[in-house]
């Protein structure tokens, strides 16, 4: 006879799976209203999408709960809440590019909002769980939303940007799960803090976790594109519109470092070394060889592109060292990479055209930029912040995130790692001084009579000040965000 | 006057973006005004500054980062306070002196926004700080002299600001370091450089953070053989930024030498003296014969900008009161001197469009006000007694005679070739014949060009005979900084040297 299993509601704490669960219904919402009423103007589907989102900010933020629920599997810690804290806050800024003055294919669907919004679900649950089958279900969900919102994007190379990361996106879930697979079958478990028990008691067999490891930096990888997993990343840049593809280099890629950074805790913890001297290669693998690519790109989306890739590449270093000032260090930096990215690739969008007037195959290239100064300066001037921030220019915002992460670094004890982004940034300077240079000290091109503000809208125009005011002003907000994150990160254990 | 400092470093940045709504026939007064009242404010710094007190003054303290330490810090010592001085009255004389037309608005704002960049890393006791305002600084360097330069002013431009820069993110490596110890040491996080001046460094760490800064000051000085960038960046950039570039900006990387490499690593820099000795010697004697051999007019200065720059840097390395007074004093006089012959090449410039020295030649003749000016500005390069220059060359070569005769008599060679190079320069372009024809209908400095040359000449001539109350405040500050470096010496080496200077100086 069958034992009967009774399972009491108030042991499942479903509040912690509240905030997925108001992002899921906000994304049906929409579906619904859609069903009701066609031609809804898609403001009101981004202003809805922005309050289901803060919504679920204010519950994210609220929860003072247990920190696990639904048996286990959800992981509602310090590092759970940071997470989903700025996936939900860059969410919130990159939907409102939507409100483009020009039409565009994709925000004629409401389904793209539904998606979005599902896409946050997924990024959500990635970062909040250690179960690596949660991690995966939510990895999907967001994948695959996001090759549909890649699509809708409805250009020829925008199909090719979506199949093509989707296929390299299967093969990255194929990784993933074999990796799950083996773990599972050495220790018996899929949760991250059994895993962690087995391999802190040297207690498994070493080949088959080499194995393990090997999957997992090849799903990892590719999610958070490094290099030799990089070759999708400039394609779907190119494809994806510059408002998506400012999204996929920054809230993924902060997913991702969330799974990263549980996952090789376990094993940078336990003294596994050369999981250790595998990371650090890809470390400096990703800076370097994707800083050089950046040097030769005509176009600044590709280019921008690369330097994403750098920018994680340097970021993954604080996973590498884990210590406590690391992990902060790898959150301020990332908070501050959101809002100088955002501005970026949010200029980028609102210089968009329907037809390129310079190269048949890119949007942005330098050439498009020349001599802006005298014919934008305000814009010009603002798309040099993000560029000297991007290369950490003091005072602008990147340059506190490098600074405390180099700190950390050196803390560390790990100098040569330091001396070696040092490097790398210097080369990085290159790349984005070109840009200011085609703007500020190239000729216009009087003839091209290129119009930069063509996609601007007040909505477009407010998110790129809001992120040059937060760039420019940096240096008051790092003492409040590092109290912020520290006593999340420090909460968790990390 | 409690944020006068904080006043004069942020006064140029808000008058800067405001100029963008003056209009632009105006905005030349509107800058010039600014950078009067700059000015100004910085001879209220330099009345109220005590010249007996050897410490900081007008600090201002606020924090900005407490967890890591980091806080708003600035002040000034005998030191820093000229160099503030030269900062704003260099930016009022070639602002007086500017005559671009081309999208002048941007030029005047960035001209503001460097100069408060300038006065911020003279004055910042924070090393983040310092480190903001020096890379800062870069910034509209580059702008100037991409856009209002040259030929090949993209090149130059590019190629100034990559050497700065990873120069100086090495130096920032330098920096991390070195808090971090501070921090394993104290338990205290702090980037203040009057906390880092307490801490003795063991001294095997102290050689490697020395390098660390040393590169990022090197470069910018520029020392020997990180100098390529240099003639490059005064060939194309326009006259303004040649000025400001050599008056000031240069600089910074002897500046950095006397406050943080000096104090901070004591052991290090006797350990490092013969060898930077030889570098500043290969840089003094090698540059005066690239100079000699340039047949730009320009390029001739910007050489033996490098040249004086080698002098100045032997001086610090010094070690002693007479080699870093006299250095500190040689900056004011390099600066002021310096800039007076780019402004006075771009005169020529400006009126010939060519600036080689065979297309002149009987000037003094022509030109007599312009030939005077120059020629007083030659001879206060060339060192000779009664002008600002023979002070600090003299005090900086006598300080390092104590150091090394030997050495000093190379370095010497370097002044007289520094002779032959610019009398040179002067017989080809003012006396003998004109080479050309169109030099006969040349004009005479204007009212404008004598109101920005004849400051400079009255200061030469004035420092040059009674430089008294410049040298007075370096002095008590550069002792102060001896004493402490004493107190923190460990080597023998260090102990010996830095007792040598002592006896010299009771024997005296």
């Known amino acids: 006879m069958l034992q009967t299993i009774t399972v009491s509601l108030s042991s499942l704490h479903l509040s912690t799976l509240m905030p997925m669960i108001v992002v899921i219904l906000g994304g049906l919402g929409i579906l619904c209203i859609d069903l009701i009423k066609k031609d809804l103007s898609k403001s009101l589907y981004v202003m809805l999408s922005i309050l289901v989102l803060v919504i679920d900010l204010g519950i994210v933020l609220g929860y003072n709960g247990p920190s696990r629920g639904m048996f286990g599997m959800i992981l509602a810690d310090g590092i759970a809440t940071l997470g989903q804290i700025i996936i939900l806050v860059a969410s919130m800024l990159f939907i409102p590019l939507a409100l483009t003055s020009k ?87 899929v949760e991250l803090h059994q895993i962690a028990k087995v391999v802190a008691s040297g207690n498994y067999a070493m080949l088959p976790l080499l194995g393990a490891i090997a999957f997992m930096f090849a799903a990892l990888g590719f999610k958070l594109s490094f290099i030799p997993f990089h070759t999708w990343v400039p394609d779907v840049y190119e494809g994806a519109s510059s408002a998506t593809a400012g999204y996929i280099s920054i809230v993924p890629k902060i997913a991702g470092l969330i799974v990263a950074m549980r996952f090789f805790d376990i094993f940078i913890g336990a003294g596994v070394t050369w999981a250790y001297d595998v990371l650090y290669a890809i470390i400096i693998i990703t800076m370097t060889f994707s800083n050089i690519m950046a040097l030769v ?116 004890g790990n100098t040569t790692l330091a001396f070696l982004m040092v490097i790398n940034s210097a080369i990085a300077a290159y790349y984005y001084l070109k840009l200011i240079v085609f703007m500020f000290l190239r000729e216009p091109d009087r003839k091209a009579n290129v119009a930069y503000m063509k996609n601007a809208s007040t909505a477009l125009k407010t998110i790129v000040g809001f992120s040059a005011v937060v760039t420019i002003l940096s240096i008051f907000t790092i003492e409040p965000f590092l109290e912020m994150i520290s006593s999340y990160v420090v909460a968790s254990g990390f | 006057m409690d944020h006068l400092l904080s006043l004069i470093i942020f006064f140029p940045l808000f008058a800067g973006i405001l100029g963008f709504i003056v209009d632009k026939n105006s905005i030349k007064a509107y800058g010039i005004a600014i950078a009067t009242v700059e000015f100004l404010l910085s001879l209220a710094l330099w009345f109220n500054y005590n010249p007996a007190g050897a410490n900081f003054q007008f600090v201002e303290y606020f924090p900005l980062i407490s967890t890591y330490g980091i806080n708003y810090h600035i002040g000034i010592d005998g030191i820093s306070l000229f160099l503030i001085v030269l900062s704003t009255f260099m930016t009022m004389i070639s602002l007086i002196a500017l005559n671009i037309e081309k999208d002048i608005k941007n030029l005047v704002v960035t001209i503001l926004v460097l100069e408060m960049t300038m006065v911020g890393v003279f004055s910042a006791l924070d090393v983040i700080v310092f480190y903001l305002f020096w890379e800062l600084s870069l910034v509209p360097m580059l702008y100037i002299i991409g856009a209002w330069g040259g030929k090949l002013r993209v090149y130059a431009s590019i190629k100034f600001f990559l050497y700065t820069f990873a120069g100086s993110l090495l130096m920032l490596l330098g920096i991390l370091y070195l808090a971090n110890y501070f921090h394993q040491v104290t338990g205290i996080w702090t980037f203040s450089i009057t906390d880092w001046q307490l801490l003795v460094i063991p001294y095997g760490m102290q050689i490697w953070l020395f390098l660390a800064f040393f590169i990022g000051f090197a470069i910018k000085v ?86 004086h720059m080698g002098v100045i840097v032997l001086g610090t390395f010094a070690l002693n009161a007479e080699g870093i007074t006299g250095s500190v004093f040689f900056m004011l006089s390099h600066g002021v001197v310096s800039g007076a012959l780019f402004m006075l090449v771009g005169v020529i410039y400006d009126r010939r469009h060519t600036k080689l020295m065979s297309e002149f030649g009987g000037l003094a003749h022509i030109m007599p006000k312009y030939a005077t000016i120059f020629g007083i500005m030659m001879m206060a390069s060339v060192g000779l007694p009664l002008t600002m220059g023979f002070v600090g060359e003299f005090l900086s070569l006598i300080g390092f005679y104590k150091v090394s005769p030997i050495m000093t008599a190379f370095a ?45 000449v009255l200061v030469v001539l004035w420092l040059g005979v009674y430089p008294k109350p410049v040298l007075t405040p370096i002095d008590n500050s550069v002792k102060k900084m001896l004493t402490l470096m004493k107190l923190k010496a460990q080597t023998p080496q260090a102990r010996e040297r830095l007792l040598v200077v002592k006896k010299v100086k009771e024997a005296k």
């Open chain 2, 222 to 307: 520029p020392m020997f053989p990180f100098h390529t960038w240099l003639p490059y960046a005064h060939g194309q950039a326009p006259t303004i930024g040649s000025v400001i570039l050599a008056a000031v900006l240069l600089k910074m990387g002897t500046y950095g030498f006397v406050r943080f490499s000096l104090p901070l690593f004591p052991d290090a820099s006797v350990y490092f003296t013969p060898f930077i000795a030889t570098l500043a010697i290969i840089m003094i004697v090698y540059t005066a014969m690239v100079a000699f051999a340039q047949k730009d007019m320009k390029q001739v200065i910007a050489y033996s900008s490098i040249s």
């Open chain 1, 297 to 412: 790109q005509e176009s600044v989306k590709r280019m921008l592109a690369y330097s994403s890739i750098s920018h994680a590449g340097f970021v993954m270093s604080a996973v590498l060292v884990n210590t406590t000032a690391a992990h902060n260090a790898l959150f301020l930096y990332w908070i501050m990479f959101t809002f100088t990215n955002l501005g970026a690739f949010a200029m980028l969008w609102i210089s968009r055209y329907k037809k390129s007037k310079f190269d048949a195959k890119y949007d942005h290239p330098y050439q498009k930029f020349a001599g802006m100064v005298a014919i934008r300066p305000i814009a010009a001037t603002i798309m040099a912040i993000f560029m000297l921030s991007l290369a950490g220019v003091p005072p602008f915002a990147l340059f506190w995130g490098k600074l405390y992460l180099l700190g950390a670094i050196i803390n560390s």
């Open chain 1, 103 to 189: 039409r565009f294919h994709e925000y004629s669907y409401p389904e793209f909002f539904a998606l979005f919004l599902f896409m946050t679900a997924g990024f959500q649950f990635m970062v909040a769980t250690d179960n690596l089958m949660l991690i995966f279900i939510g990895l999907e969900t967001a994948s695959l939303s996001l090759y549909t919102i890649i699509a809708l994007h409805n250009l020829e190379k925008s199909f090719e940007a979506a199949i093509k990361y989707f296929t390299m996106g299967a093969l990255a879930a194929g990784f993933f799960v074999f990796s799950s697979m083996i773990l599972y079958g050495i220790t018996g478990s």
């Open chain 2, 412 to 456: 010497g060679t370097g002044i007289i070739l520094g002779a032959i190079y610019m009398l040179n320069l002067f017989r080809e372009s003012f006396f003998g014949k004109s080479k050309s024809e169109e030099n006969s209908k040349l004009k005479d400095l204007n009212t404008k060009e004598l109101m920005a040359l004849i400051p400079l």
